[in-house]
């Protein structure tokens, strides 16, 4: 299927997490297969991820962690609603947990951000491209105004949103995995209203949870694009984003953002990723497919996510 004048953003997340990891984005990117990158400020590799950006010229946005290892903000000095009792984030689901328990601090939360956010100025001497969550984050109830606020007050105007169509018919997806993406999903699909009344903008589609690690493949970004265009209806030229996560494995003990790599880092599935990427096969496809690679700020004249926008509301009349 051929869609007309589709420009797509390959972001690939967790930079600045291991050198080996950071090797694999740089190489993907200057391959042309990526085309921006989400940094983690508390990475173990944060300060030289920010020397790479530098020095290749990489687009490069907030990588929002609230899950994974230890603050940069002053909750790494005292008792915390974000920490465990020794001191890291709680979790990718323990977090998520405590969210709906409403036991933890929005306060904390935007305080956090807030660090983060001058983090990055520090580390990059300037603004993010963009801001999106390590493991989703900036999508869960409850602090969407406070989330854009603190991006209005740093000058941020782009975020992602993780709203992709057709999770559940992903058979190929294991049973947690599937059930994960969407509550991602459906944590994205109520943050469109307040996201959009609060100035936020956004690529008009999303792919990346259901072609995540060993699930990637040539044939599936493109029918996840599909899935993720189909219907869409707007003036302009239709963006889309495609999430990634490109590197080569991680080694024990290098990396991580205070506890060292996960499990999926030292895996062989960021290889996969970054092998599709770079192999001619994808490229081909989304080319005969009427795909353009882009960066986020190309999309500057443009009005990103006003299909997404307009689809929901549409949908969700009575």
């Known amino acids: 299927m051929a869609w007309p004048r589709v420009r797509l953003v390959v972001t690939a997340d967790d930079f600045g997490y291991c050198p080996r990891r950071d090797e694999g984005i740089v190489e993907a990117f200057l391959a042309g297969a990526v085309t921006s990158v989400s940094l983690l400020v508390n990475g173990a590799t944060a300060e030289s991820a920010a020397e790479l950006a530098r020095r290749h010229r990489i687009p490069t946005g907030l990588h929002a962690n609230l899950s994974e290892g230890r603050p940069v903000g002053p909750a790494r000095h005292g008792a915390s609603s974000l920490l465990s009792p020794e001191g890291f984030f709680l979790g990718k689901m323990r977090f998520r947990e405590a969210v709906a328990a409403k036991d933890v601090a929005l306060s904390q939360v935007r305080e956090e951000l807030e660090a983060q956010l001058s983090r990055f100025q520090e580390l990059l001497g300037r603004k993010p491209t963009h801001v999106d969550g390590h493991q989703h984050v900036h999508v869960l109830p409850g602090w969407w105004r406070g989330l854009a606020e603190a991006l209005q007050a740093h000058g941020v105007r782009f975020t992602r949103l993780p709203l992709e169509r057709g999770l559940g018919d992903c058979t190929w997806l294991e049973a947690p995995a599937r059930a994960f993406a969407c509550a991602v999903e459906r944590d994205a699909r ?94 081909t496809r989304l080319a005969q497919d009427g795909v353009q690679l882009c960066a986020l700020h190309d999309l500057e004249s443009k009005r990103p996510g006003e299909a997404t926008l307009a689809t929901f509301l549409e949908s969700s009349q009575p």
């Open 190 to 283: 109520a943050a469109v209203g307040p996201f959009s009344r609060s100035g936020l903008r956004w690529t008009d589609a999303f792919v990346g949870l259901s072609t995540c690690g060993r699930h990637m493949s040539a044939h599936r970004v493109s029918g996840a694009l599909a899935r993720a265009l189909e219907g869409t209806h707007t003036g302009h030229p239709l963006t889309a984003e495609l999430m990634a996560h490109p590197g080569y494995p991680s080694v024990p003990p290098a990396g991580g953002c205070g506890e060292g790599p996960d499990a999926f880092s030292c895996s062989w599935e960021r290889l996969h990723e970054l092998r599709v990427l770079t192999e001619p096969t994808l490229q």
